[in-house]
């Protein structure tokens, strides 16, 4: 045990700092008070400390990279220490930093994002590599406990995006474009390509279910029909030759007679 010689306590030996000077190799003053009067030292003594530090810029920078080189481990313990009983706090000064410098922060991000583009994407193709099973773990959680609520974001985004989510169903389902379909429609003059009228609707994305391939633009009575009738040309062919044997005697003359 030794007493301190600012404060008066009797406290125990590792309470105080190591100094060569002393015959115990013990400081006479305990950690609590010198960290105490180093605080106020520096708070009266702020400009003092700046114009030091600004005349000896190289030679601290030296001097903090050899400290931190030799003692890495007690400084990361010290840190995690730190943050482990300051977590709230801290907490709290980042929300504050974020809120006020909002702006401040997007910039960065964007500069930093544009200027490290191939570094990023290589460190995220390696991270999601080594880590497969983790992220698809993690993603699975994630969908588990927040199903509804991305359901309802989902449905709320599709509301107000209808224009969006079709032009990415027709380049993933079709390969088409919307400058490809409204080339389409301009060659049809915006017409349903068998009836030749107009849709009470948008005109649909017609395709060929064997190869995926788009064929061109229906009314929904169309499209459905043609899917009805499986895009058999001989089932579509009878159906015709069955309606027009089936019409009136006038008009079947009619359709006889016809060139």
Do not use: W
Not at 93 to 115: G, V
Request: net charge positive.
């Amino acid at each position: 045990m030794k007493t301190c010689t600012a404060c008066g306590v009797e406290k125990p030996l590792t309470e105080f700092n190591k100094h060569a000077g002393c015959k115990d190799g013990l400081a006479g003053v305990c950690k609590a008070c010198q960290c105490a009067y180093n605080k106020g030292y520096h708070e009266k003594n702020k400009d003092k400390r700046r114009e030091y530090l600004e005349k000896n810029k190289d030679k601290t920078s030296e001097r903090q990279r050899e400290y931190r080189d030799k003692n890495k481990d007690k400084i990361s313990e010290r840190h995690r220490e730190y943050r482990e009983k300051n977590k709230d706090k801290i907490s709290e000064q980042r929300r504050a930093y974020r809120d006020k410098n909002k702006d401040k922060i997007s910039e960065y991000s964007r500069e930093y994002r544009d200027k490290n583009k191939a570094r990023r994407s290589k460190y995220q193709r390696e991270y999601n590599e080594k880590n497969k099973d983790k992220i698809g773990e993690q993603r699975r959680e994630y969908l588990e406990k927040n199903k509804e609520k991305l359901i309802e974001r989902r449905r709320e985004s599709y509301k107000n995006n209808p224009g969006k989510y079709r032009e990415i169903k027709r380049k993933t389902r079709y390969g088409l474009t919307n400058n490809d379909v409204d080339q389409m429609l301009y060659g049809q003059c915006g017409l349903c390509a068998v009836c030749h009228r107009p849709g009470k609707e948008t005109l649909h994305i017609d395709h060929d279910h064997g190869t995926g391939q788009a064929r061109g633009l229906l009314c929904r009575a169309c499209n459905r029909g043609i899917g009805k009738f499986r895009d058999s040309i001989d089932t579509l062919l009878s159906a015709a030759k069955y309606l027009t044997m089936n019409k009136p005697v006038a008009v079947t003359a009619a359709y006889d007679q016809a060139p």
